[in-house]
């Protein structure tokens, strides 16, 4: 049966890869992943109702390492076209701020399974026997309400929360890299914004340092406090000139 799984999994995944290839739309690539998803799902459920599990380790390994791996996809899907098609419309501000939302409505499901994302992570199996057996539920271990709702021939009490912890992985990708499309964009409109003309200072040095000295009197910059020696090597820069030993002789002169 392992083997029909597998087939059907890589199958699925070669699927998907089409369709994040083909479709741009987000919420069109969406659509379509979770109609394929759906179609494997059903197929992977009519494989195991004809199938008895050899051992209890094949049913364990099913239910933690196969199944979740189809569940997730559904799920990660699922919730993309939620964030999708909720996207408020507005600058990239209104859109960062969503996206952040969204990550910390992930970290809230984290904070609440913490125990047993612990338990996943650091490749535990003691509790497998309770965890990932049909059957075997116990309600002291914060049991989701819908686990009762569910087919007990195809679900165990905790499969459906690894196939949340592997989505939440790939949804913090996807809200990640949605937040670096934005910053780029942040990034590309201020470039855009910087003046394409070149000021060239073409008055003596001597106006630009009395200039200089005025703005530092009247602490503009830095709300004074900023020395005079570096707002006279910041224009400097910006205009690309030498004010060399001119600008210490008048700084000296002026404080004689």
Request: charged residues 30%; neutral net charge.
């Amino acid at each position: 049966m392992n083997i029909k799984i597998n087939t059907l999994l890589a199958s699925l995944n070669e699927q998907i890869n089409f369709i994040d290839l083909e479709i741009d739309n987000p919420i069109s690539r969406c659509e379509k992943a979770i109609e394929v998803i759906l179609i494997s799902m059903y197929n992977l459920k009519k494989l195991v109702s004809k199938h008895d599990f050899k051992t209890e380790a094949e049913e364990i390994r099913f239910f933690k390492e196969l199944k979740p791996q189809f569940t997730s996809k559904l799920i990660y899907y699922n919730v993309i076209f939620k964030i999708e098609m909720k996207k408020p419309n507005g600058g990239n501000r209104v859109l960062r701020k969503y996206y952040n939302n969204e990550l910390i409505k992930l970290k809230s499901f984290f904070d609440n399974e913490l125990e047993f994302y612990k338990y996943y992570r650091s490749g535990s199996v003691y509790l497998d026997y309770k965890y990932f057996l049909r059957g075997k539920f116990d309600i002291k271990m914060s049991l989701d309400s819908y686990y009762f709702e569910t087919d007990r021939n195809f679900s165990t009490s905790h499969d459906f929360k690894v196939a949340r912890i592997l989505a939440n992985d790939l949804i913090q990708l996807y809200l990640e890299n949605q937040l670096i499309i934005i910053e780029n964009k942040d990034n590309s409109e201020k470039s855009q914004r910087k003046p394409n003309l070149q000021l060239t200072w073409t008055a003596s040095k001597v106006a630009l340092i009395e200039l200089l000295y005025a703005l530092h009197n009247e602490g503009v910059f830095n709300n004074g406090a900023v020395d005079l020696k570096d707002i006279a090597e910041y224009f400097e820069h910006i205009f690309d000139i030498d004010l060399g030993q001119l600008i210490k002789l008048f700084f000296k002169n002026q404080f004689l």
